[in-house]
């Protein structure tokens, strides 16, 4: 089972899928709690309990760390890059294989993009990945959830969970969250814009872009790899970090230090 990383809250998403424990899993489970309840009746419920933190340590703990060890073998260029970022650039990678065929136009947003632009690596300690496809890139992603779940995807949520169209796309792959927001074409203030989450009232204004810039998507550089971002990023990443979008706020993993 792998560690899902914090998702936005489940009452704002609708799950679309969501993989069940084996059934080898529950039988073990079942089998280990009946011989302690035989053993010591009185104290299942304290093992039970002691069996879960332990589960749970094992998963966030151990887990990622053995992950991290078999990924620098498995990329050697990337022996040197800390454990959340080689997990992180791996389930990337693995997710655009996945859709390779698919032939969907993703780009960098949001803290990925600021990463990708300021230091060819993802910003902080990156625990997610921040995409953005357009409308009409859409139905090949909704399409595609099958083919994810059936390379080990558990997890996936659409956003908002009813009641207008879907805004966001969060698919765990990897014990990592990819986070896939659409952007539309809006007429704001009579200007045709293309427009991502609304339902965030506090970040409208700086998810919004110019036609041009998703319609002339360019190539960036993350970890030696090539990405696409919108035309124009350093009018977005001021819009939406700050004029010291360019001065990171704390220690950060530098690929290779552009600005």
Same mark, same amino acid.
């Given at each position: 089972?792998?560690?899902?990383?914090?998702?936005?809250?489940?009452?704002?998403?609708?799950?679309?899928?969501?993989?069940?424990?084996?059934?080898?899993?529950?039988?073990?489970?079942?089998?280990? *709690? =009946? $011989? /302690?309840? !035989?053993?010591?009746?009185?104290?299942? +419920?304290?093992?039970?309990?002691?069996?879960? #933190? &332990? @589960?749970?340590?094992?998963?966030?703990?151990?887990?990622?760390?053995?992950?991290?060890?078999?990924?620098?073998?498995?990329?050697?260029?990337?022996?040197?890059?800390?454990?959340?970022?080689?997990?992180?650039?791996?389930?990337?990678?693995?997710? *655009? =294989? $996945? /859709?390779? !065929?698919?032939?969907?136009?993703?780009? +960098?947003?949001?803290?990925?993009?600021?990463? #990708? &632009? @300021?230091?060819?690596?993802?910003?902080?300690?990156?625990?997610?990945?921040?995409?953005?496809?357009?409308?009409?890139?859409?139905?090949?992603?909704?399409?595609?959830?099958?083919?994810?779940?059936?390379?080990?995807?558990?997890?996936?949520?659409?956003?908002?969970?009813?009641?207008?169209?879907?805004?966001?796309?969060?698919?765990?792959?990897?014990?990592?969250?990819?986070?896939?927001?659409?952007?539309?074409?809006?007429?704001?203030?009579?200007?045709?814009?293309?427009?991502?989450?609304?339902?965030?009232?506090?970040?409208?204004?700086?998810?919004?872009?110019?036609?041009?810039?998703?319609?002339?998507?360019?190539?960036?550089?993350?970890?030696?790899?090539?990405?696409?971002?919108?035309?124009?990023?350093?009018?977005?990443?001021?819009?939406?970090?700050?004029?010291?979008?360019?001065?990171?706020?704390?220690?950060?993993?530098?690929?290779?230090?552009?600005?």
């Amino acid at each position: 089972m792998e560690n899902h990383p914090k998702t936005d809250s489940s009452k704002e998403y609708k799950l679309l899928h969501l993989e069940k424990k084996s059934w080898l899993h529950r039988l073990t489970k079942k089998l280990i *709690l =009946k $011989i /302690l309840s !035989k053993l010591s009746p009185n104290k299942s +419920l304290s093992y039970k309990n002691k069996i879960i #933190a &332990i @589960r749970v340590k094992i998963i966030k703990e151990f887990l990622p760390i053995l992950k991290s060890i078999f990924l620098k073998f498995k990329y050697p260029a990337y022996f040197r890059l800390p454990s959340q970022h080689i997990r992180t650039i791996h389930a990337l990678l693995k997710f *655009l =294989k $996945i /859709l390779e !065929k698919k032939k969907i136009d993703f780009f +960098l947003v949001d803290g990925s993009l600021l990463g #990708a &632009i @300021r230091q060819e690596s993802f910003a902080g300690r990156p625990h997610d990945v921040d995409l953005g496809i357009k409308q009409d890139q859409i139905p090949k992603l909704l399409d595609s959830i099958p083919l994810l779940v059936s390379h080990g995807s558990p997890y996936v949520k659409a956003r908002p969970a009813a009641g207008d169209k879907m805004q966001k796309l969060q698919i765990i792959l990897e014990g990592i969250l990819i986070d896939v927001e659409f952007f539309r074409k809006q007429k704001i203030e009579g200007v045709e814009m293309w427009e991502g989450q609304t339902y965030d009232k506090s970040r409208t204004d700086t998810n919004r872009f110019p036609i041009e810039d998703l319609e002339n998507l360019k190539p960036v550089k993350a970890y030696g790899k090539t990405f696409m971002s919108p035309s124009n990023p350093e009018r977005y990443l001021e819009k939406r970090f700050g004029k010291n979008w360019r001065e990171p706020d704390k220690e950060q993993f530098l690929w290779n230090k552009r600005i």
